[in-house]
């Protein structure tokens, strides 16, 4: 089995989803004939044409609003947008459009299709290539919102996306597409949506975790393995829908909780997670939930590895929540 | 570079011989009933808002020949995205009168099951795209819809319609340009009627109104008299045509004039004058189909009146079905949000049955 980086298994998924399905469109800035600004749409307009993979003016807006056309009117389409801080000229066109299509119209007009976007810190890409804006989504009934964390996960979850007849925000890790490996099968296989994925087994405590932050748990766990605490990885690969029974289980066995993103902390994916956890896990529960996340400011370029909610502020935050 | 008025039918209903179609008496007679008849509908629907029967309502007063003219040069299998001040071209669609108030009341039967407001139509059975309040969002969902077709080798567009308020947006930029760049067949059918609630014109745009930006995007634009239906039907088919010929989008600008407030939540009195609104009184597409109609003595003042007559009855039998047709159940409340319904919904849905079980609903 061939080892790839995570560039190179989004490009395996786009090239099988574009020769399985003849309705796939893919589309974005300079996605086509250069093959995007990460490489990840390399050689799909060589072997698919320019009517089914073409570049498109600068104009996130009416890249959305197009794509929502497309699916509409029976395609299925892939934009890309470059990166996920300049989602935000869409945004009226996917959270009051393409989140609402098939509501607004009583289901007679589908709305389904898969936004590639990367997203994330670490690549001293300052505040405008630097953001993890899933909560945005996440507050949006319509979208769905998934994040891969290595190159397998990619592959899987982007393929079973593409598949799924609704709108979907597929935010790539891009501080590591080239630094995760793993071993991915050349052919078609895909990762179901809505199921979590238990990356380290333990029992005094439960990391969650994803994209890129889950090998920053990863590593946090580790050391506190060293340190005698045996920690519950947990990486959501899928953030709506969302694998609710796999977090309960893990939490009503350890008992403790700590919930990491890279995103702000006000108001982010973490704190939803918190107040479910503590619906379904109360009586089970021997310290509050704790949150290690990025701060309430803007992304800081010069501070970009203090802003970092890195391995030894989650094996920090570990160490709190036992102590408790 | 001027951008004339194409027009054929004069205030007089003379038809000029440089109209070149041939388009049948009962045809025509169509599009006067029609456009009559979405006239009756939005009065009625008006006076139901007031009654407090329909939250809101937007009528089409004086654009009726922008919307029928239009949809009658097109084919249903093309598609039709509207702003919403194009409730004609979805009766001439063929949507009766009984579904249109249906979607008014918003019941059961009202094919968006009573998610949006009124005036919000949509019919997939007859390619029309329901409305979406947020204005010009539309525009670059007919350029991907068109895109569509392009790419599958169909002889079809898409029609947008818009009006020059909305071409302020940035919507408008996006969809245009992307429709452009594409070549996508998709004719975005601007009514210029001069209003954009209470902001006129000299507020709006500082140009030659919105089809000189055809320029910019590299696209044909042309401008037309839009309460004379012929010359919209005319300028519709040429569209069409440029788009299948693969030269790409068209940019229609049909000049015409609001004659009624924008909505049932808008006093037009506190904007303009009874005289401004008067000067359109000769104008009036209904009025100029009906004078072209008697001077060809294919329609007369009996005629006319029987029609009112048993028109006027099919709307109101139309208002006594909707207004007792029931409201769609709750469960559809949680339906069509995702392809599937997942566990937070499926539990938010239970609660709500709950609820309203313990309340005694």
């Not at chain 1, 290539?129 to 190159?151: C, F, M, R």
């Not at chain 2, 249906?102 to 099951?113: G, Q, V």
């Amino acid at each position: 089995m061939p080892v790839m980086n995570i560039i190179e298994a989004v490009n395996s998924a786009l090239h099988i989803a574009m020769d399985s399905d003849p309705t796939t469109v893919v589309f974005g800035e300079d996605v086509g004939y250069f093959g995007g600004v990460f490489r990840a749409t390399v050689g799909l307009q060589e072997k698919h044409g320019e009517a089914r993979v073409f570049d498109t003016p600068i104009c996130e807006q009416g890249i959305i609003g197009f794509a929502l056309g497309c699916a509409m009117n029976g395609l299925n389409p892939i934009p890309e947008i470059q990166f996920a801080d300049y989602m935000f000229p869409a945004y009226d066109q996917l959270v009051n459009e393409v989140a609402k299509s098939r509501y607004r119209t009583g289901g007679m007009y589908p709305c389904g299709m898969t936004i590639r976007t990367p997203y994330g810190g670490g690549i001293h890409g300052g505040h405008y290539h630097s953001q993890s804006p899933e909560a945005q989504y996440l507050h949006t009934p319509g979208i769905k919102v998934v994040v891969p964390s290595d190159p397998y996960e990619a592959k899987g979850l982007l393929l079973a996306s593409i598949r799924t007849p609704d709108p979907i925000i597929f935010f790539e890790p891009k501080r590591i597409y080239r630094a995760s490996k793993a071993e991915v099968p050349l052919e078609d296989y895909e990762i179901p949506l809505g199921v979590a994925k238990v990356a380290r087994e333990g029992s005094d405590l439960t990391l969650i975790g994803y994209g890129a932050q889950h090998h920053q748990n990863m590593e946090a766990a580790e050391q506190a393995a060293e340190e005698g605490i045996s920690v519950e990885v947990i990486d959501l690969r899928t953030l709506n829908p969302l694998d609710v029974d796999t977090l309960e289980e893990s939490v009503k066995k350890t008992g403790r909780c700590v919930v990491a993103h890279e995103a702000p902390r006000t108001m982010g994916f973490a704190a939803e997670l918190s107040s479910l956890i503590q619906e379904r896990c109360f009586l089970h529960l021997e310290a509050p939930i704790n949150r290690c996340t990025g701060f309430d400011t803007p992304f800081s370029n010069a501070h970009e590895k203090d802003y970092m909610p890195d391995a030894p502020r989650v094996l920090r935050a570990i160490r709190e929540t036992v102590k408790y | 570079m001027e951008f004339k008025t194409v027009s054929y039918l004069d205030l007089e209903g003379n038809l000029s011989k440089d109209f070149k179609h041939k388009i049948k008496k009962e045809e025509l007679i169509h599009w006067y009933k029609t456009m009559h008849r979405t006239r009756r509908i939005d009065e009625r629907c008006i006076t139901l808002q007031r009654q407090g029967v329909i939250n809101f309502v937007i009528g089409s007063r004086g654009e009726e020949g922008c919307a029928v003219a239009s949809a009658a040069a097109l084919t249903v299998d093309d598609w039709l995205f509207f702003q919403y001040r194009e409730q004609a071209a979805v009766l001439y669609r063929g949507m009766t009168t009984e579904d249109y108030m249906h979607h008014m009341l918003l019941n059961e039967k009202d094919p968006s099951k009573g998610r949006q407001m009124s005036n919000h139509y949509g019919d997939r059975s007859i390619n029309c795209v329901t409305v979406s309040s947020t204005l010009a969002t539309q525009i670059p969902n007919a350029a991907g819809a068109a895109y569509a077709m392009k790419i599958r080798g169909e002889e079809n567009v898409s029609l947008c319609y818009l009006a020059e308020g909305s071409a302020s947006e940035g919507d408008f930029h996006g969809g245009v340009h992307m429709a452009s760049v594409r070549y996508a067949p998709c004719i975005f059918f601007c009514r210029n009627n001069k209003y954009a609630i209470s902001t006129s014109t000299k507020d709006q745009y500082r140009g030659d109104g919105i089809v000189p930006r055809s320029i910019g995007y590299g696209i044909t634009g042309i401008r037309v008299d839009g309460n004379d239906v012929f010359a919209v039907y005319d300028v519709v088919k040429k569209a069409k045509d440029i788009c299948l010929k693969g030269e790409g989008p068209v940019l229609i600008e049909a000049m015409t004039y609001r004659v009624g407030a924008h909505s049932t939540a808008d006093d037009p009195s506190r904007y303009r004058s009874d005289d401004e609104v008067a000067e359109w009184d000769p104008k009036d597409p209904i009025r100029r189909l009906r004078l072209y109609l008697e001077k060809k003595k294919w329609w007369d003042e009996k005629q006319d009146q029987e029609y009112l007559e048993a028109m006027y009855q099919e709307v109101e039998d139309a208002i006594m079905v909707a207004r007792n047709t029931p409201k769609p159940s709750i469960d559809s409340m949680f339906e069509d949000v995702y392809h599937d319904i997942p566990w937070n919904l499926q539990e938010q849905k239970e609660f709500l049955e709950t609820v309203k079980e313990e309340e005694g609903h």
